[in-house]
Each structure stands twice: as structure tokens, then as C-alpha cells.
């Protein structure tokens, strides 16, 4: 098992390293750069941005550039930003802890919603639950996060019931630890709901193929045979038969949320990774944005890692496949 | 009683269907695949005769008008009648329906002159009451007065075609490259293979729209419709390719392929006319499947202001105008792009499903 994880550990590193080298040549290849908009400015003097530029080596070709970058990324420095000028990793912390915090309520949502409700189309299959099932599945799958995410705002407004927007309230640093918590999950659960809303609708019909095609295996036969009870057939044995799947599916399915995070952040205004990436690219403001892409990058990497072990966990010949 | 067919004597009645056929018999049996396909061959023809079919101009701004409320078309007698909608004096972009201010709706009526299928001048329309200052606004006005329907129709041009030219560019690309490395394996496999995994570990959006940053952020419309597609492309073509190389790699071992290659066909007649044929029922499914793909990428980078500009209409660039909430509450009908999102996506959607379960043998 230690040797299956130590492997695809290592698998990480040319991904990353892929990553952050693809994501610097586009930006070497994007038309002007930060100091570009500077230019126009009576205040600089050209010799002044001759010297800014030479001090990020905006003036060397682009792979210099990259062995500048990788050197200081290794120590853990992923560059510093011109337009916030900070360090980027300052910034990365906070926006990459919401895109987390934002993506993993979603996920629970998601399968707490979807798992429950597969199984329950399964069992009950081509009856009223099962057809209503597949038709929310349907437009699930269909209704695109940008509407949902500007009727979700709307629903906020119409209503107050929830913010409309934001990670917080203004007044969130004056108020005590509980009201705190309280205020963020105010915050969250309108976003991470149309988020989750996205990805429900796949897992669920999974889940209700999955234990389709278990419930046909001929031990439930013969489970039923030996005369167990329903209940204790389904969930006792053709369920963790049929929940295995589900984890390739998750690994599977989290490009899709981060993604679906990315405009879940741009349209309800909650400060993610997405956001950042989104004004960096607009400042051309490239550090921050090879920065935050190869982050975003590594959430997902790392997502699809804890998915590989979880699926090698649960199932002994995936680990001595490898 | 009908006699039994003698069917020894007969060996038309005993031919085989082919796999097409059974096909199509089982997808004529899914009435919501049927109902998707032909939503959507109204939907491909509404937006190849767009101008005939607005009832105007899709930029003209209408400064009497602007947040018109949808017209709500009545029968009165034999007629279908719309009346007129006025300003209130009670505050900004009030309307109130006019009852007594009524005018048939006429078909073929004359109007703005307009372009049919790009080629022939001519000033017909498909409806309209034929006077300037008494239109038929289907689904309202927007913040500049201009005609939302009309501008949907326009945008469904974009949206609609989007998809199939993206589909057309990344399904052959990913076909021929995952086909090729699936085929000829070894270190040019591994090679691609990393390639497709890279592009795949970059969260997708991240990875579009730093593409579409190495582009100048003002291009003309037709410019900005070429790139969206093939950034989309390029991101599309990695999960197809890994997909087909799949298949390949277990059809290369199959008899005919090793008889083509006994006969001495070359490699990539052997690719082209023996392996990816092989995959097609396979790459209709998906290619139906991930036209919403190609929609959505145009409305997100539109919808962000990076995609197709202002005054040419898109989807994606008419929801920009419903990111203001009060005026979202205020008048709803600023969401009908949405709308019409959604009824393509679903009727993809179903049209892929019904494909899928009918060029799936097995469950059968």
C-alpha cells in the first residue's frame, strides 16, 4: 500500500512541473505585460519601467524566466505580484482555502444527496420515484451553473434569506468566534448549493446503475435465496459492491467541480482561486496568474491522488495491479 | 386470420437487419431522443433563417423602449391581436398593456430589410403588425431597447453552430492522434499520452481562459467565434483521443486488422479506413453528449467578457445583462438567453441519451 501511495505521489511531479512550464509559455506568448498599461503613465519613466522590468526578468526570454520562477517555486516562493504587490503565495492562501471549502460542501451536498437518492431509484425502479429521479437528473444535467448561479442570486435577493454575494459580511471581523462561523456558512451554502447542483445529477444516475447491475449479481440471488430480508440484501450486500465504482467517479468528476467553482466564483462573488485567476489575467498580471493555475491545478491533482487511494484502498487488486 | 409467411422460399424475409437498421429501430422507439432531435432541427432552423424570422433589427436600439416587457399576444374574435404597451407615469420602465390599442398579428409582413440566409436582400419578415411604433416583443426588450428575441435568434447562430464546428475540429483531431497512438504505440504513445494528461489535470476553465489570454482582448466577432472554437478544441480533443487510443489498442490485436496489415495496407489506411470506423458508434454518442460542452465554454468566456463583443449578440454576452440583481428582479425576462440554453442543452441531452441506449447491443 506505502508503495502504491510513494508511486503516485511521484506521478504528481511531471504533472506539475508540466503545468507550470505550459502555463508560462502562454503567458510568454499573451500580448504585452503588466507595465505595458504603465507605459501611457507621465509619472514613469521609461527608464524606470526598463529597470521594473528587468527586476522580475520581463525582459529575458521566456524560459529564463521559467528557470527564475522554478528556482524560487522550489522554495517554496511561487512569485511575487505586480498588481498586489505581495508575495502571490500571500494572496494564493486565502482564495485557495475558499475554492476548497467552497468545492468539498459541494461534494458532501452532492453525495448526500445523490448516493440516497440513486439507491432509492434503484430500488424502486420504473416506478413514480424512479421517472422523477431521472427527470431532475435531467435537468440537472442540463441547466447550465451560469443560470443557475444568476437565479440563485436572484432567489438571495428576492428573498434575504441569503447574502447576495461575498464570502462574508463587512462586519464579520468585529464579531465573535460563533457569529464568525456562522456568518461563513450563511455565505457558503447558496454557492456550494448551485455548485453541487451541477455534479448531483451524474452521480445519482451512477449510483442507480451501479446497484442495478449488483442487484442482477447472482450472489443477491442467492442472498434473497437463502431468505434475507430486502432491506438486508440491498444494503448489506449488493450496496458496497456497488458504492466501489462511485470512487472512480469522483476522481472523475472533480475537474467538472472545479471548473464549475470557477464560475460559481466569478458570478456570486466569492473570492476563490477562479476570481483570482480571472483579475490576474485581466491586470496581466502573469506571476499571479501561473501562480494561481498551477494551484488550482494542484487541488485537482491532489483530489484525483486521495480518489486513487481510496479506490486502491477499498480494492485490493487495483494495488497489486500496479 | 392472415397465412403464415412461408419464409423458406422467400430469403427476403430471412436477411439479416444490419446494425444500422436495428439501430434506428431502437432509437424510433425512444420518444424523448425523437422529441430532443426534433427540437432541435427547429431549433437549426430558426437560426439559419434568423432574419427572416426576428421580427427586426437585432441591434437597433429602441430609446422609447428600453425594458419592454414581453408581448402577451390575445385572440380577440378571429384574430391573434398584441396591444400596445405604454410607459407609466408611476416610475422608470413601468409599461402597462394597452387594451384598447390592438393590432392583428400579420404574417410575411414588410420590415427591416435584412439578408436571407446571408444572400438574398428582401425586407419580409415571418410576423409583425408591419408599423414601426407598435412591435412584437416576444421576450422583451433589454437595458438598450433592443428586441431579445430577435437577438436570441442572432446568438443561436453562434451558439449553435459553436458546438457542431468544435465537435467537427476536436473529434477528428482526437480521433486521428488517439487512433495513430494507439496504433503505432510505443515511446510516441507514452509521448501523447502525457500530452492528454497534462491538458486533462489543468481545471478546464483555468486552462480556456489563459488561452484566451495569449490573444488580443479585442478582436472582431469572426475572429473571437475561430478562437473560442479552437481553444475549446484544443482542450476537448485530450479526454477523445485517450478515449479512442482505448479502443485502438485492443483493435489493433483483432483478425481484420491483421490482415490488412498481412495484405500490406499501409498504416494509416489501416488507422483511417479499419480502426476508426470501428469506434464511430462510440464517437456519435459522444460527440452528441459534449455539444454542450462547446455551448457552455462560448457562454462562459462571452459571459465574461472575453468571447463574442457587444452589439453582435450571443448567449452568453446577452446574460451579462442579468448580473445586475435588481434588475434581474425587475425584469425577469433579461434570463430568456438562459432559457434558451437550457432547452438546447436538454434537448442534446436527450438526443445523446437515446443514441447511447440505442448503440448499446448488450442491455438489450
Redo the contacts between chains.
Keep these: 500500500m506505502w508503495q502504491f501511495v510513494l508511486k503516485r505521489l511521484l506521478h504528481l511531479i511531471p504533472i506539475l512541473l508540466g503545468v507550470s512550464l505550459l502555463t508560462f509559455l502562454l503567458m510568454s506568448m499573451t500580448p504585452g505585460d503588466y507595465y505595458t498599461a504603465l507605459e501611457n503613465n507621465p509619472q514613469i519613466t521609461p527608464q524606470k519601467l526598463i529597470e521594473l522590468r528587468a527586476k522580475w526578468h520581463l525582459d529575458q526570454p521566456w524560459h529564463v524566466q521559467y528557470y527564475h520562477w522554478l528556482k524560487n517555486a522550489l522554495q517554496g516562493d511561487l512569485g511575487y505580484s505586480m498588481a498586489y504587490k505581495v508575495a502571490a503565495t500571500e494572496l494564493i492562501g486565502s482564495r485557495l482555502w475558499n475554492t476548497f471549502l467552497l468545492s468539498f460542501v459541494a461534494t458532501i451536498i452532492t453525495w448526500a444527496v445523490a448516493v440516497p437518492l440513486g439507491i432509492w431509484a434503484a430500488v424502486k425502479k420504473d416506478s413514480w420515484v424512479d421517472r422523477l429521479c431521472a427527470g431532475i437528473a435531467f435537468l440537472g444535467l442540463s441547466i447550465p451553473e451560469v443560470l443557475l448561479a444568476l437565479l440563485a442570486l436572484l432567489f438571495a435577493y428576492a428573498t434575504g434569506w441569503f447574502p447576495v454575494g461575498g464570502a462574508q459580511s463587512p462586519l464579520h471581523d468585529t464579531m465573535n468566534g460563533w457569529e464568525q462561523f456562522r456568518d461563513r456558512c450563511h455565505h457558503l451554502l447558496l454557492p456550494a448549493v448551485v455548485l453541487a447542483a451541477s455534479s448531483l445529477a451524474g452521480i445519482m444516475r451512477q449510483m442507480r446503475s451501479n446497484l442495478l447491475d449488483t442487484l442482477r449479481a447472482e450472489y443477491v440471488t442467492a442472498a434473497r435465496a437463502k431468505g434475507l430480508s430486502e432491506g438486508w440484501v440491498v444494503y448489506k450486500h449488493a450496496l458496497r459492491n456497488a458504492i466501489n465504482p462511485l470512487l472512480t467517479i469522483f476522481g472523475y468528476s472533480l475537474a467538472g467541480l472545479l471548473s464549475g467553482a470557477f464560475i460559481v466564483e466569478n458570478i456570486m462573488a466569492w473570492p476563490g482561486l477562479g476570481r483570482l485567476t480571472l483579475e490576474a489575467l485581466s491586470a496581466k498580471d502573469y506571476p499571479l496568474v501561473v501562480a494561481t493555475v498551477v494551484m488550482a491545478t494542484g487541488l485537482l491533482v491532489a483530489g484525483n491522488f486521495v480518489a486513487d487511494i481510496l479506490l486502491a484502498w477499498s480494492d485490493p487488486r487495483i494495488r497489486l495491479k500496479e | 386470420m392472415s397465412a403464415p409467411i412461408d419464409t423458406t422460399n422467400n430469403p427476403e424475409a430471412r436477411r439479416p437487419r444490419t446494425p444500422w437498421q436495428l439501430f434506428w429501430e431502437r432509437l424510433r422507439r425512444r420518444r424523448f431522443a425523437l422529441a430532443g432531435a426534433w427540437v432541435l432541427v427547429g431549433l437549426y432552423a430558426m437560426a439559419l433563417f434568423a432574419s427572416f424570422v426576428a421580427p427586426g433589427n437585432p441591434e437597433r436600439q429602441d430609446r422609447e423602449r428600453f425594458f419592454h416587457p414581453p408581448t402577451v399576444p390575445r385572440i380577440q374574435g378571429w384574430w391573434l391581436v398584441v396591444p400596445r404597451y405604454e410607459q407609466t407615469k408611476g416610475g422608470p420602465f413601468v409599461y402597462k398593456a394597452r387594451v384598447d390599442d390592438v393590432k392583428p398579428v400579420r404574417f410575411f409582413v414588410r420590415g427591416d430589410p435584412h439578408k436571407l440566409l446571408w444572400m438574398i436582400p428582401t425586407t419580409v419578415h415571418l410576423f409583425g403588425t408591419g408599423e414601426a411604433n407598435h412591435p412584437i416583443l416576444l421576450f422583451g426588450t433589454d437595458q438598450f431597447g433592443r428586441d431579445i428575441f430577435a437577438r436570441i435568434l442572432y446568438g443561436s447562430q453562434v451558439s449553435l453552430s459553436i458546438g457542431l464546428v468544435g465537435i467537427a475540429l476536436s473529434f477528428s483531431f482526437g480521433m486521428l492522434i488517439g487512433g495513430a497512438s494507439g496504433y503505432v504505440g510505443g515511446k510516441a504513445d507514452t509521448l501523447v499520452m502525457?500530452l492528454c494528461?497534462?491538458i486533462?489535470?489543468?481545471?478546464?476553465?483555468?486552462?480556456i481562459?489563459?488561452?484566451r489570454?495569449?490573444?488580443?482582448p479585442k478582436l472582431s466577432s469572426t475572429h473571437v467565434y475561430l478562437l473560442i472554437v479552437v481553444i475549446l478544441s484544443f482542450v476537448g480533443w485530450a479526454s477523445m483521443a485517450r478515449v479512442i487510443r482505448g479502443m485502438a489498442l485492443s483493435l489493433r490485436e483483432r483478425q481484420f486488422v491483421l490482415a490488412a496489415r498481412a495484405l500490406g495496407v499501409p498504416a494509416w489506411r489501416i488507422i483511417v479506413r479499419h480502426i476508426l470506423p470501428n469506434t464511430l458508434s462510440y464517437v456519435i454518442v459522444a460527440a452528441t453528449l459534449s455539444v454542450?460542452y462547446y455551448i457552455?465554454g462560448e457562454?462562459?468566456l462571452s459571459?465574461?467578457s472575453v468571447g463574442i463583443q457587444e452589439p453582435d449578440a450571443s448567449w452568453?454576452n446577452m446574460?451579462t445583462a442579468?448580473?445586475n440583481?435588481?434588475h434581474?428582479?425587475s425584469y425577469?425576462w433579461l434570463?430568456a438567453p438562459?432559457?434558451a440554453?437550457?432547452v438546447t442543452?436538454?434537448a442534446f441531452?436527450?438526443l445523446g441519451?437515446g443514441l447511447r441506449d440505442a448503440a448499446d447491443t448488450k442491455s438489450n
Design positions: 502525457r494528461e497534462l486533462m489535470s489543468i481545471p478546464g476553465l483555468y486552462l481562459l489563459s488561452l489570454a495569449t490573444f488580443p454542450p457552455l457562454v462562459v459571459y465574461l452568453g446574460l442579468a448580473q440583481t435588481e434581474l428582479q425577469p434570463l438562459g432559457a440554453i437550457f442543452v436538454l441531452n436527450f441519451d
